[in-house]
Each structure stands twice: as structure tokens, then as C-alpha cells.
Nanobody, 124 residues
Framework: QVQLVESGGGLVQAGGSLRLSCAAS?????????MGWFRQAPGKEREFVGE????????NYADSVKGRFTISRDNAKKTVYLQMNSLKPEDTAVYYC????????????????WGQGTQVTVSS
């Protein structure tokens, strides 16, 4: 089992950057998990943002964030990151970190553990 805690959200102007972190608490290594990021805007369904493989050598991204967002992980620190650049108002959402036993996991149904989320607000 793993507990996930996101941090790093906040208010940023359009065109700015933020880096989210997801700290994992688990007695095992997080290298057994695919790690993903999702987001949910008010009134909308939870949306896949991207995911990173167990070793960190492979990533998948949603088309809406390709070229702007980068996922990375530090298994020794049990932490996953989401670097968000060139932010747009439509990126405003609660961002969630998730862990999966499978690769690729992609959709929310493929993930086994979730954090509580961190709010990202992008002003125009």
C-alpha cells in the first residue's frame, strides 16, 4: 500500500510555471508503481495528464499538455514531479497524483492509489 501527498500548487499567471511534487509513504520502493498525474476542473470529469513508468524511462502525456508538462521521478526520494510550463487558464484544476501496479495505466480506472490533490489556478 502507498499514501500519496501532493504539494506545490498555487496561483500563477498565464505563461508561468509551477512544479508539483508527490511524496509517497510506503514500506516498499515506489519503483514497483507506475505513477500518474490527473486533474479535475470544476464541473468536469477527472482527466489524465500523464504517467511515468517504474524506472522513469517512459512517459505518456495527454495531447493537451504535450510539450509543456514534464513528469519525472526520484525513486530514492519516493517522490514524483510534474513540471508545468507555459501554463494556460484552462490548466486550472485540482491536480492528483496516483499509483498503479500496471504499465501503461492511462485511465483513472487503472490506478490503485490516489492523493488528496493540490489546487492549481492560472489567471489570465
Amino acid at each position: 500500500q502507498v499514501q500519496l501527498v501532493e504539494s506545490g500548487g498555487g496561483l500563477v499567471q498565464a505563461g508561468g510555471s509551477l512544479r508539483l511534487s508527490c511524496a509517497a509513504s510506503t514500506r516498499t520502493s515506489i519503483s514497483i508503481y507506475t505513477m500518474g498525474w490527473f486533474r479535475q476542473a470544476p464541473g468536469k470529469e477527472r482527466e489524465f495528464v500523464g504517467e511515468i513508468s517504474r524506472s522513469g524511462s517512459n512517459m505518456n502525456y495527454a495531447d493537451s499538455v504535450k510539450g509543456r508538462f514534464t513528469i519525472s521521478r526520484d525513486n530514492a526520494k519516493k517522490t514524483v514531479y510534474l513540471q508545468m510550463n507555459s501554463l494556460k487558464p484552462e490548466d486550472t484544476a485540482v491536480y492528483y497524483c496516483a499509483a498503479s501496479y500496471t504499465w501503461p495505466a492511462v485511465g483513472p480506472e487503472g490506478y490503485n492509489y490516489w492523493g488528496q490533490g493540490t489546487q492549481v489556478t492560472v489567471s489570465s
